[in-house]
């Protein structure tokens, strides 16, 4: 039996349970913040973990196209708020879902306010205001983009129109300005104060032209770009301000405050003193971000374009925003970040919160005890039916490793690529593992089984007639299953996936070891 153990499958089998086994307990570290412990490498659902699910819906229906730049805006709306990955999923052509796992109430709050509110559209050619949101219209068909090939790479193009009002304050704002920079602002702050602690204030004082002038600079400070083209107040705040009385309250004379910093650079009894004086405070410390990215998520400055033509003052009611990319991937991706932002203040659809489920903590966790308590209960059944029919205990046991091996791999897998365990998941894991042991009772009848003639088959004959069957039901599996995962909702999505994954696991590692454990015992047994 020794030699058994060292076959390559078995090998196999057991290095991909142990290596889940480190996923599951985080000791790989998947989840560095949860800690080691069973199970605190998995990422859980609202079903587990306590949230919210909204359910969105569309005025009308709408085409592919639209309804994946109504999905794109509202999840770049959502993570502005510095809650990330938050899933934005379509279903059919009138609806969106949002989940939120683990959602405050707080930030559920915030969450309805950016869903039911319009952002602030701004276009801006060297400082002066050109468009609005409502003022912006993008054609999201075929027709309103251009994709050619071109010596190094693609050109791309996206088509813009401007109303009347938009169309004539463009033309005067880009009056003289050609090659000048063309700012796109979502939300700027524009009644607003950002104050930097001394050292980054002439940091970006100087900083100016790395070599990214065509995109960003357009020859100026990056002081310069935040007072000149966004129309921000800026203000130093001396390292040496440890309390609220020497911070010159009188210097801010605008409705809003961004603290440029973190505690340590701009004390919190700054923040508390601007507050008490009415000023509304909100904190963006620069973290791990450059500082173009850093003042660009201040700015809300989505991108800078250069203005390709002198309008003379002309009303522009049609323009072209134009672009290389070194591929098609890349040039795609433009098209769809300059649509994405140029209807990112003016939905492409109105839309409304139909319907809002909401998750306590307490109970998602009520659900995963319950989860794992009747997952337990199932594998006993299981492997009481098991002995129940074939009375053998060397048989009941390598049926129950491969399907607790079974169930160990897909949670793996699931900590791995960070896929949410929620109920339909689990429902999923729980097919996959009753379809494995279906499988493992075909290899083991026909295993035990004679010919009709009274004659012996080879027993390798046996294993690959009982294959032929297993790898049948699979392939039948995936074609009921392979539709949900391409046009799913997110709860049947996720049941497909584990499913899928646990069918593909089964078939390629468990059962052939399954089967080579099974071929020894019973050789030994005749």
């Known amino acids: 039996m020794r ?18 086994l480190l996923l599951l307990t985080n000791i790989v570290g998947i989840n560095p913040d949860n800690g080691f412990g069973f199970g605190n490498g998995l990422d859980y659902g609202i079903d587990f973990a306590g949230g919210i699910q909204m ?14 730049v109504e ?13 990330k990955d938050i899933p934005v999923r379509p279903w059919g052509d009138q609806y969106l879902l949002v989940t939120i796992a683990q959602a405050t109430p707080d930030e559920e ?17 060297d400082g002066q205001l050109a468009t609005l949101g409502d003022e912006v219209s993008v054609d999201l068909g075929p027709q309103g983009a251009r994709l050619a090939p071109v010596q190094g790479g693609y050109s791309w193009s996206v088509s813009v129109s401007h109303n009347k009002e938009g169309a004539c304050r463009f033309g005067k704002a880009g009056d003289g300005k050609l090659g000048r920079p063309v700012d796109i602002f979502i939300d700027r702050p524009g009644n607003a104060t950002i104050i930097f602690p001394t050292g980054e204030y002439l940091i970006l004082a100087n900083m100016t032209d790395a070599g990214d002038s065509d995109r960003f600079y357009f ?18 705040l001396s390292s040496t301000t440890q309390s609220s009385e020497e911070f010159d309250i009188k210097a801010v004379k605008t409705a809003e405050a ?29 973290g791990n971000m450059s500082y173009i990215d850093w003042v660009k998520k201040m700015l809300g400055l989505q991108s800078a374009l250069r203005l390709a033509f002198d309008p003379g003052g002309e009303c522009v009611y049609h323009a072209v925003i134009e672009g290389s990319s070194g591929t098609l991937e890349e040039a795609q991706a433009e098209i769809r970040m300059n649509q994405v932002l140029l209807t990112s203040g003016n939905l492409p659809v109105a839309l409304t919160i139909e319907s809002k489920s909401t998750t306590p903590p307490t109970l998602g966790h009520k659900f995963l005890v319950y989860s794992l308590y009747t997952g337990i209960i199932a594998i006993l059944a299981v492997g009481l039916i098991i002995f129940i029919r074939y009375k053998r205990i060397e048989i009941l046991l ?6 607790i091996g079974d169930i160990v791999m897909i949670l793996g897998f699931a900590a791995l690529i960070s896929w949410e365990l929620d109920l339909p998941a689990l429902a999923g894991i729980i097919a996959a593992v009753g379809t494995g042991v279906d499988h493992l009772i075909v290899i083991t009848d026909e295993t035990l089984k004679m010919s009709s003639m009274k004659k012996r088959i080879s027993m390798s004959e046996r294993i690959r007639k009982a294959f032929f069957i297993i790898f049948t039901a699979a392939a039948t599996i995936f074609a009921a299953m392979a539709p949900l995962m391409v046009i799913g909702a997110g709860m049947l999505k996720g049941f497909a996936f584990t499913t899928l994954m646990g069918v593909l696991i089964g078939v390629s ?8 454990i099974i071929e020894e015992l019973l050789k030994k047994g005749e």
Do not use: C
């Not at 359910?55 to 994946?68: A, D, G, H, I, Y």
């Open 219 to 236: 020859g100026q400070t990056m002081l310069e770009v935040i007072g000149d083209r966004a129309h921000v107040e800026v203000m130093p």
């Open 71 to 83: 999905k794109q805006i509202i999840e770049n709306r959502l993570n502005s708020m510095g809650l």
């Open 55 to 68: 359910q969105l819906r569309l005025e009308r229906p709408v085409s592919t196209e639209v309804m994946s």
């Open 509 to 516: 590692i468990s059962r052939p070891a399954y089967a080579k």
């Open 258 to 286: 961004i603290l440029a910093g973190d505690e340590n650079q701009i004390p919190d009894s700054v923040r508390n003193r601007l507050e008490e004086e009415g000023i509304e405070t909100v904190r963006i410390p620069q």
């Open 109 to 125: 709050r915030r969450i309805e306010e950016v869903l039911r509110q319009q952002a602030r559209f701004e276009e801006r050619i």
């Open 3 to 20: 030699h058994v153990l060292k076959n390559w499958r078995i090998v196999m089998f057991s290095v991909t349970v142990f290596i889940s």
């Open 398 to 403: 390598p049926v129950m490793a491969a399907s």
